[in-house]
């Protein structure tokens, strides 16, 4: 009797706990676009070199919800507690452990006066205290690391001996006994202006993120003492010089030298791209070449032993749209030669998966490091996932570190590799830090936006694969809407990404997620020309972009339709950068969309190649510049075929953007659909880049999906044309009539 009613209460407890998931499911919420103000990323990791904690950048939207906020927190690898804040500033970021753990270098920007200032070097020690700041160069500083003996600080400044000089001028004036009540500023006889006027001789002499390049200062290596004290005040030393930038700078294992990588061609862009791998004596001295491939070196690690340097290359001899890097390893002897790591691997060494969601404002994190003195461990992209693999340097067999549908963003290892900690990113889950135990098996430290979370009703989207015209198999993902109903048709938005050479997969992307939640079904996919599909899937499309791979989304659409989850008569497509033009082509070859929005698009390959802050002189996507071969650059343009676009279009360009400028894409466009009098608006971001969507301004962010999503639902939902004002209507039905 006992027992039967013990069972009844566990089968009540049972019923209960149900009953309270699935009220609990029901009480979640779909995403919206504006939860991306409480998103909070985790950015840079780095543990301890006992393994015990790791530091990390915790990144969130300011009050103003015009940009970010960096502090440093740490969290036990253990996983059994909470973060804690380490720092108190807003825009701290960097951090670095010293060797024996006992203090905390990070980078600090401060305001001044509304303006905000150049990071600089601080210190923050483990023992109790406040960080104080070492530094105090013109320019600022970068990319720190410890020495291995604790005892100096390598870092990058673009500082010069000019702006040195007007610091300890100014440093020299009076305060000023009272302030000037003219309201016209003071000169004085003979006072310096300094001009405003840029003069230019290079042809690459803007940047998407920097602005104007300034020809005048270069970033050089420099050192400082670690000081005992805050009444310290050790001056920095700088270690290189020339018309040459330095990068990826780090200390040799003994600390004798630093080893960087530099272009040192003037104008490196009349030839394919090179990079080599340099030293220079920690002391000063002459530069001395270490390694050189026929392309170009990026990340690179000395072997515990210092009988090795393992870095990815790329080569660019031949010239190919896409080419994989591979994994090299050369001894430190002089004049030694290069021998590639597992030469007959197709895969993305070094690759990633692109989404909406990197941490913004942090960066940092993912250096291929030595698992022993045999094997390194870098980072492959693979079908829509990354994960870690070992590399044996000698036989160049590969084996799995980690595993899984996942992207992994950035890891932290300690010294002797013996600790590994992952920043992971789901389509579910933004990104929190997990510990790598035996097996590869993953342990949660972070939950981060655990609160969040908790309230949103998220759903994995579902993973297909389609055969294209050519009999070619490509991958795609569904976000479906939350409350997705079998046997009924939704609109569609066709989502494509950008590059071209770049790659969709398993990663949080808060786009599809809201995009999913307002109704529609959305279909990512990776078409021919996407990267971790191996080196021919990537190139084929060299010479022929835009092409097949238009007929690769829309056998994607026909999948769709075939499956009965969207409704033919409903059909949306959008993209950026490499999506974009691809979107603008998409409408000029067919009808079958009934909306588009091209975001930060090129609708003029001429016009772009002219423009963009980037050039290629050889031919890596044109076998000709433009005034050579202009038939081919009209013949992939879509303002070419702009006459036989019928699609409402909406174009989201940011004011400075310099990688696909709107003068050469949504521009263009827009004036030819108005004289075409097809529907058609431009919403034009000031102050933006190309990185609009993945960092831009968070309230810019917010408004580029709402109008995005707006302009669907006008088309695809039967919503108001709010764009159209009801006088500008009435004018447009008078004139036709």
Known sequence: MRRTMNVRRISVSLVLAFCCLLASAQAKRPITETDLYRFVWIGNPQISPDGTRVAFVRVSVNEKKTGY??????????????????????????????????????????????????????????????????????????????????????????????????????????????????????????????????????AVYRDNDEGYLDPKHHSHIWTIAVPASPDDKPQPKQLTTGEFDESGARWSRDGSRILFTSTRVAEPYYEPITSEL????????????????????????????????????????????????????????????????????????GGGIGGDQSPPRAGGGRRLFWADNKSVVQIVAEKGSSNLRRFDVATGNISDITTGNHSIQSWTTTPDASNLVLNVSTPVELGDLYLVSAGGKLTRLTNINQQLWSELNLTPPEEIWYQSFDGKRIQAWVQRPPDFQQGKAYPLILNIHGGP????????????????????????????????????????????????????????????????????????????????????????????????????????????????????????????????????????????????????????????????????????????????????VMVMFPGETHELSRSGQPKHRIERLQNIVKWFDIYLQGQPNSYLEPKQESMSKSSTQ
């Open 501 to 680: 050479h770049g790659a969709y997969g398993y990663t949080f992307f808060h786009e599809m997620q809201w995009m999913a939640a307002k109704g529609y079904v959305v279909l990512y996919p990776n078409p021919r020309g996407s990267t971790s599909y191996g080196q021919d899937f990537g190139n084929i499309i060299q010479y022929r972009y835009p092409g097949e791979d238009y007929k690769d989304l829309m056998a994607g659409v026909d999948e769709l339709i075939k499956r009965g989850w969207t409704d033919p008569k409903k059909l949306g497509v959008t993209g950026g950068s490499g999506g974009g033009l691809l979107t603008n082509w998409v409408v000029t070859q067919t009808t079958r969309f009934q909306a588009a929005v091209a975001q930060r698009d090129i609708s003029d390959w001429a016009a772009w190649w002219y423009t963009a802050d980037f050039v290629w002189f050889y031919p890596r996507w044109f076998k000709a510049p433009p005034f050579q071969d202009p038939a081919d650059y009209a013949a992939r343009s879509p303002i070419t075929h702009v006459a036989n676009v019928k699609t409402p279009m909406m174009f989201i360009l940011g004011e400075a953007d310099y990688r696909t400028p709107p003068g050469a894409g949504g521009e263009q466009m827009f004036r030819a659909l108005k004289f075409m009098r097809i529907p058609t």
């Open 278 to 349: 340099y030293a220079v004596p920690a002391t000063g001295g002459d530069i001395t070449k270490i390694a050189g491939i026929k392309g170009v070196i990026g990340d690179f690690a000395e072997s515990p032993d210092s009988k090795s340097i393992a870095f990815t290359g790329e080569l660019t001899q031949p010239v190919l749209s896409y080419k994989q890097a591979q994994l090299y390893v050369v001894s430190t002897a002089p004049n030694s030669v290069p021998k590639v790591i597992a030469e007959k691997a197709d895969l993305d060494i």
């Open 69 to 202: 906020d960096t502090a440093i927190w740490s969290v036990s690898t253990t996983g059994n507690e909470a973060p804690r804040r380490m720092t108190s500033g807003t825009h701290d970021s960097a951090p670095r452990w010293s060797p024996d753990g006992s203090k905390l270098l990070f980078l600090r920007a401060t305001e001044k006066d509304g303006k905000p200032q150049p990071p600089q070097l601080a210190l923050l020690p483990m023992n109790g205290g406040e960080a104080w700041v070492i530094s105090n160069v013109p320019k600022g500083a970068g990319s720190p690391a410890w020495s291995p003996d604790g005892k100096t600080i390598l870092f990058t400044s673009s500082t010069n001996a000019a702006d040195l000089a007007k610091q300890k001028k100014d440093e020299a004036k009076p305060e000023p006994q009272q302030k000037n009540p003219s309201p016209l500023p003071s000169t004085t006889a003979g006072e310096e202006h300094e001009s405003d006027v840029r003069v230019i001789t290079q």
